[in-house]
């Protein structure tokens, strides 16, 4: 019997790498909801192609357009935050890829897990902003995790197979999170001044989203995923150790006590971890060419640089810190991004913007679901007043 699968954010690059990975094996999956935010066109266009039995736009204006344009199919267009949950938590769905960019994908993600599917988890935010939340809905309603993002896939290929409650139990000394450095690993204070919204989304070795793009470029999207990694894998911030890794073919490592540092390699290709994520336990063929180590050649290590690249370690602090303050570093940083790429500030404000909504609430144990969206709405009302003073 085939496995039905729902995709949060269709139309993004997750979304479309696991569309390319059914599509090859199309006797052992099939589509049951495409999810967008406002792109019609593209939205449209996939529903034509994969025939899912609903599609869900958030954006009810795009809804309205998706409607008519899929007139006399025999898909279902809906609209809204609940209708990306029910797509998530559908008795028939098998499999949910989590691949909506942002706080958005908190809440069908959550309803994924409390309905026991297998979910492929691509939002970063999830975690960072509801780490022991979701962990807990995971845990009760008997769901599967999949991390999808290519180092905690890395890493949770070569751990233990079962779940640790202390990485020592399963012999482990500490994780090694790789990083390639993003476009300015050589850049100097004053070229990173000048840094354009173009040039910090040309990365040398993946193609994602703009977002994404851009917290690599800063090193927050390290940080977020090392937030990630101590939720996913038990591991204190003490046992994650950040590696500078330009080639990006070693996509993270476990180091045991036994002194055997455990790696996985390939080619920069996300459709590797989708295909695990698709067809675990067994291995599915993803489209991804063979590494070739002779071309390869080499592999190079660093220690990442704080000083220049401060997102990184503001992640580290506020995994420290506990709480909320995740929560509130993820939405300084959404808001301080979409500010970046809109020409508002400069790429050297990012980590200025952060600190100062860090510094100016108060961090306060986690005890539901609203008080985090509270506190996220706020954190971005403070971010926005940041960036408009900054203006004056």
């Known amino acids: ?127 960072v902003m509801a780490g022991s939340l979701f962990m807990h809905a995971v845990e009760q309603g008997g769901a599967t995790l999949l991390p999808i993002d290519s180092e905690h896939n890395a890493i949770f290929q070569v751990m233990p197979p079962q779940r640790l409650a202390h990485l020592e139990d399963g012999g482990v000394r ?60 038990n591991a204190p911030a003490e046992k994650i150790e950040v590696v500078v890794h330009p080639q990006s073919v070693i996509h993270s490592m476990v180091e045991y006590v036994d002194g055997s540092v455990l790696a996985q390699m390939g080619n920069p290709d996300m459709r590797t971890p989708i295909a695990y994520g698709l067809g675990y336990p067994q291995r599915l063929d993803g489209g991804v060419a063979a590494l070739d180590l002779f071309k390869v050649a080499r592999l190079d290590f660093e220690l990442p640089d704080t000083a220049r690249f401060p997102c990184l370690r503001l992640a580290f602090d506020a995994l420290k810190q506990g709480g909320t303050a995740p929560a509130i570093l993820n939405a300084a940083n959404e808001v301080a991004v979409d500010a970046f790429l809109n020409g508002n500030i400069g790429f050297l404000d990012i980590p200025r913007l952060i600190e100062s909504v860090l510094g100016s609430m108060k961090i306060e144990p986690v005890n539901s679901l609203e008080q985090l969206v509270a506190v996220d709405e706020l954190a971005r009302a403070t971010a926005t007043e940041w960036r408009q003073l900054e203006a004056c």
């Open 174 to 233: 500490r994780i090694l999170l790789t990083a390639s450095g993003g476009p300015f690993r050589k850049a100097s204070n004053a070229e990173l001044l000048a840094v354009t919204p173009a040039q910090a989304l040309n990365h040398p070795n993946w193609v994602m989203g703009p977002k994404i793009t851009i917290d690599s470029a800063t090193l927050m999207n390290k940080g977020l995923e090392v937030i990630e990694a101590h939720w996913l894998f």
């Open 1 to 127: 019997m085939p496995k039905y699968v729902t995709i949060l954010g269709a139309t993004g690059t997750i979304g479309l790498n696991t569309l390319d990975v059914i599509s090859r094996h199309a006797e052992q999956f099939r589509v049951f909801a495409l999810t967008a935010h406002s792109r019609v066109d593209e939205l449209a266009a996939l529903c034509l192609k994969f025939k899912p039995r609903f599609a869900v736009m958030l954006d009810e204006t795009a809804a309205e357009k998706l409607h008519l344009r899929l007139q006399g199919t025999d898909t279902t267009v809906l609209s809204g935050l609940a209708a990306l949950e029910d797509v998530s938590a559908h008795a028939e769905v098998d499999i949910v890829m989590a691949a909506i960019v942002g706080a958005a994908g908190l809440k069908p993600a959550m309803a994924a897990a409390h309905a026991g599917k297998r979910i492929l988890l691509a939002n970063k935010e999830t975690l």
